[in-house]
């Protein structure tokens, strides 16, 4: 339903603002164009008309764009902002109705390309915006696994996949029942790698804690990389990396012979 907000003159032309839903109107000598509410650091509020030239040369003939400065852009904003607001409510509001008419035997689609990932439900689409698949996406991600690892996971191979240029993508077809034993797998994945990231991080501390106490380098590490000077006759270098005990780190390169 189109309301109209305020009406007020420039170059002696009179101008109405409508506001419809989420978008904003200014008519002016029969003339009907889309507006932009706007604010400008020092001239305030304002509304903008862009490439509607039947509007914009009633005020200016060269310019396919006018900015008409009033008021009531700033109600006309917060109107449009209001709209918008209730358009995303309702949107989610159905989206939840249509997601709690699932049921653990309702099927879904399994995504997970090289890089695209989503969960689809058929004939509804939409629903893959539900914060519940999202969050199941996120989790899987969080695993690290590869599609070796969700088909070890499921107990079977992919129902299909496809090879494109430069992707591949597996499509798995199972139950939200059996998506669920899927995530609950994989949640208790992450719990084990967060374990692990917690006891290397605090066997960490532990070497810094040591070098400060003994004023000594710690070992943290050893690996071996290619040799990084020609100069040398060597092959292998054997890198090493400590804490010292000012908290910093010092990685030493040894050549081998």
């Known amino acids: 339903m189109e309301q109209v907000i305020a009406s007020f003159e420039k170059k002696g032309i009179q101008i109405e603002v409508v506001v419809k839903g ?3 109107y200014l008519i002016a000598n029969g003339v009907k164009a889309s507006a932009d509410p706007l604010k400008h650091s ?18 200016d003939k060269k310019s396919d764009v006018v900015n008409l400065v009033h008021e009531s852009a700033e109600i006309a ?6 709209a918008v607001q209730r358009e ?18 309702s099927n879904i689609r399994l995504v997970w390309g090289t890089d695209y990932r989503t969960i689809i439900v058929p004939n509804q689409p939409e629903l893959s915006e539900h914060p519940f698949f999202k969050q199941v996406i996120e989790i899987l991600k969080e695993t690290g ?17 496809d090879f494109g240029d430069y992707s591949i993508t597996h499509y798995y077809d199972m139950t939200i029942g059996e998506l669920k ?8 994945v992450v719990k084990q790698k967060e374990k692990q990231k917690e006891a290397e991080k605090a066997e960490l501390q532990a070497k810094f804690d040591e070098a400060k106490r003994t004023g000594q380098k710690v070992e943290i590490r050893r690996w071996t990389d290619d040799c990084n000077d020609p100069k040398e006759e060597c092959d292998l270098d054997i890198v090493i990396e400590y804490a010292m005990p000012d908290g910093s780190v010092k990685v030493e390169r040894h050549h081998t012979w």
């Open 22 to 24: 989420t978008r904003v």
């Open 42 to 59: 020092q001239h305030g509020w304002y509304y903008r008309v862009a490439y509607k030239k039947a509007f914009t040369s009633l005020f």
């Open 77 to 82: 904003k917060q109107m449009i902002d209001e």
């Open 88 to 105: 995303k409510e309702e949107k989610q509001r159905k989206l939840e109705e249509k997601f709690q008419s699932l049921t653990n035997d």
């Open 145 to 161: 696994w590869y599609t070796k690892d969700i088909e070890e996971a499921i107990g079977r191979k992919a129902d299909d996949v």
């Open 181 to 188: 034993q899927l995530v609950a797998k994989a949640e208790e």
